[in-house]
């Protein structure tokens, strides 16, 4: 029983680092990458599908992101749906490639994606502690129905602690690596 709830506190535990992990990984450093593109929605035969399934999306080089329709009369519809994303993308059709350089981000721009960036950090350590809160109630609950002993409980919500500590922990590397990379020119 108390290793079911310290299990189900572990992986959502890691399911909270993971979806901090695709949170960061949104806010646009002045590296390209092509997952960038991946909340970009395209007008196709009606109906708004992401980027990816109607092109190739790979790496031109660090700085420059090649989008390939695989329909020729996709080309502007796709050019025109990376313009209007708000994403700050200017992207040039090369022929049925088409080319989109990431612009050089300023000093103002990267304070505000730091912001952002430590926003997400916290709202992830939130959800983390969050979880340990959860799993110290079902605890105390246990124990109010003496299902366990108060030693196992206090043990079950130390080794909760350890978690949520090693969690917080990862969450704060995946924040200063973020950092640190947006800070790099």
């Keep these: 029983m108390i290793n079911d709830i310290q299990k189900n506190a572990d992986s959502k535990m890691q399911r909270s680092l993971e979806v901090l992990k695709e949170n960061l990984a949104k806010v646009r450093t002045g590296r390209a990458h092509t997952g960038l593109l991946d909340q970009v929605d395209v007008e196709y035969y009606g109906s708004p599908v992401p980027v990816s399934q109607v092109a190739n999306v790979t790496l031109i080089d ?8 695989f329909e020729s009369n996709m080309t502007n519809a796709i050019e025109k749906a990376i313009r209007d994303s708000n994403l700050g993308l200017n992207p040039a059709a090369m022929g049925d490639l088409i080319r989109v350089p990431m612009p050089m981000l300023t ?72 950092e640190e990379d947006l800070l790099a020119i």
């Design 62 to 69: 660090a700085r420059t992101i090649g989008v390939k329709p």
């Design 107 to 178: 000093e103002e721009r990267r304070k505000d994606l730091i912001k952002v960036v430590r926003s997400e950090a916290e709202e992830g350590r939130v959800a983390i502690r969050n979880v340990r809160r959860d799993a110290n109630n079902d605890f105390k609950r246990l124990l109010k129905d003496k299902e366990i002993s108060e030693d196992d409980a206090r043990r079950g919500e130390e080794q909760i602690q350890k978690l949520t500590d090693k969690y917080i922990g990862e969450a704060d590397k995946m924040l200063a690596a973020k």
